[in-house]
């Protein structure tokens, strides 16, 4: 056994009695070197699963040895596993000794301080909602899913406690606002993560799936359960106004509008039923005047005859549509379909205005005659798939700055606090 070193833990929250004695040795090696973390009880080394063996850089020998009174005769029956006394969570006397373990490793061995400020600023970029959360004595040297764990789980004891309260002081106050911020950034950071998925989506994605991951099919949402299914509603990839938008019918309802709907020269035997997703405003059954979204697809063609003739079957199902909805009192009608040069040509000779953006974006205002004589207007946009990403991506890169500056400017504020 090499000569060791040895420092007392003394954590009031393990054990009011009982110390922790840590034996160590840190030094450089020849080769890959190697390392061992163990309790001793009653002569024994049993070994202790504090972090990942990868976790400890190559050329050194690390020897961690935990020896108390907390530990005498509680291990298994097979010598080979600890077990604590009543009342003491392994995984607290866990958090505790990695700390202890990672401020010396951190001492004696310089790439340990690199890594851990690497660690740290990818933690800032992936979950800046949880800055301030994150144990810093450990990052680097616990496992990621573990230190994740506890800056979910510190943030959502915050949370719990804010909106527990009754009334809120003005510090209660202030941490309300950094709550509702740093919720917001996660809901942010998900919406990052729906156009990264809709980036890896080609031509050869069946429609549906397209569809699925704008409005969900096959399920049932209102308004009733806003924030719960914030997280399925994604029409916002079309337009930040459609997050409010959360009425999305059962798939019974569904094919009953989209057979209302369905064009003269669509027959029973086209492949299923035209490629379509709606999210309402609000549940167009009742007597309130509704808002509705519908999200078309169209079949990629270079021919300019079908795109324009594409274009004109929109105006026809919404035509349809408001018959068969007479509480809709606007249509937002979004056609995603190849536009090449002499489509895009055919619609500026049409008054579609064309759209700044990174993609191709054409919009147009119609009315569509209402048959109580009433005009419903009609706003439509013919998009490329590629305007769509491009344009969510804009805008929620930009929120996604603002936010994790926020965020890193308050852990900057409140560290050590």
Not at 142 to 161: N, T, Y
Not at 223 to 235: D, F, K, L, P, V
Not at 278 to 295: E, G, K, L, N, R
Not at 329 to 344: E, F, G, K, L, P
Request: glycine letters at 4%; one cysteine or more.
């Amino acid at each position: 056994m090499p000569p060791m070193t040895k420092i007392t833990i003394q954590d009031d929250t393990l054990d009011a009695i009982s110390a922790i004695n840590m034996h160590y040795h840190v030094a450089p090696v020849s080769g890959k070197g190697n390392s061992l973390v163990a309790f001793s009880i009653d002569g024994r080394t049993i070994p202790a699963n504090l972090i990942p063996a990868s976790s400890f850089p190559p050329g050194y020998l690390c020897v961690f040895l935990f020896e108390s009174e907390l530990f005498h005769s509680n291990a298994d029956s097979s010598r080979q596993r600890l077990l604590l006394p009543e009342g003491t969570p392994e995984s607290h006397l866990f958090r505790v000794l990695r700390r202890e373990l990672g401020r010396v490793l951190a001492e004696n061995i310089p790439q340990i301080t690199d890594r851990n400020e690497k660690i740290k600023a990818k933690f800032e970029e992936q979950f800046p909602h949880l800055l301030g959360f994150f144990e810093d004595d450990t990052v680097g040297l616990i496992d990621r899913d573990d230190a994740l764990s506890v800056a979910q789980q510190r943030f959502f004891k915050e949370q719990k406690e804010i909106l527990q309260s009754e009334k809120l002081s003005d510090a209660s106050y202030e941490k309300s606002l950094e709550m509702s911020s740093r919720t917001l950034t996660e809901y942010i950071l998900y919406r990052d993560k729906i156009i990264s998925r809709m980036k890896e989506m080609t031509g050869g994605n069946a429609e549906s799936e397209i569809h699925n991951l704008i409005v969900p099919r096959f399920k049932e949402y209102s308004q009733s359960s806003m924030t719960s299914e914030i997280y399925q509603n994604n029409a916002w990839l079309l337009d930040d106004k459609f997050m409010v938008f959360r009425t999305i019918l059962s798939e019974k309802s569904m094919n009953a509008v989209i057979n209302a709907i369905r064009l003269d020269d669509e027959s029973v035997r086209d492949a299923g039923r035209p490629d379509i997703a709606m999210i309402f405003s609000a549940d167009p059954s009742d007597t309130t005047p509704v808002d509705v979204v519908v999200v078309e697809i169209k079949k990629k063609t270079d021919g300019e005859k079908d795109n324009v003739y594409a274009v004109n079957q929109l105006l026809d199902r919404a035509g349809k549509l408001v018959l068969h909805c007479p509480n809709i009192q606007r249509v937002w009608y979004y056609a995603i379909m190849h536009i090449n040069d002499a489509t895009a040509f055919r619609l500026r000779q049409f008054k579609w205005t064309p759209f700044f953006s990174k993609g191709k974006v054409y919009y147009q205002e119609f009315d569509t005659p209402h048959p109580d004589g009433r005009v419903i207007p009609t706003p439509t946009f013919v998009v490329s798939f590629d305007a769509i990403i491009a344009d969510a991506e804009g805008r929620n890169h930009t929120f996604l700055e603002i936010l994790r500056e926020g965020m890193k400017r308050y852990a900057d504020e409140h560290d050590g606090k």
